[in-house]
């Protein structure tokens, strides 16, 4: 699976998430590296590599757990679908 591919599915699912536990997307999703390595049935390596890609562009702020998407339309775009 390449970075892209990677990349994609975590974009996915941090909408799936972040729709779930905050549909206005505003509120902070309480999640770990270990929790999206499951759910994206990747190494940790690599969603560590893909969080930090998401952060240095804005479209993300994670710390200690808690992740918030600040760009949900960049975030959007770089799913699958792009919907």
């Known amino acids: ?12 699912t941090l909408l799936k998430l972040g729709s779930l536990k905050s549909p206005n997307q505003t509120e902070p999703i309480r999640l770990n590296e270990s929790e999206l390595t499951a759910s994206v049935g990747t ?5 560590s590599r893909c969080l930090s890609s998401l952060q240095r562009r804005g479209i993300i702020e994670f710390s200690r757990g808690q992740l918030r998407v600040l760009l949900p339309q960049a975030l959007k775009a770089a799913t699958p679908n792009g919907n």
């Open 43 to 47: 190494s940790r390596e690599m969603i």
């Open 1 to 12: 699976m390449t970075f892209e591919d990677v990349s994609r599915r975590v974009a996915g």
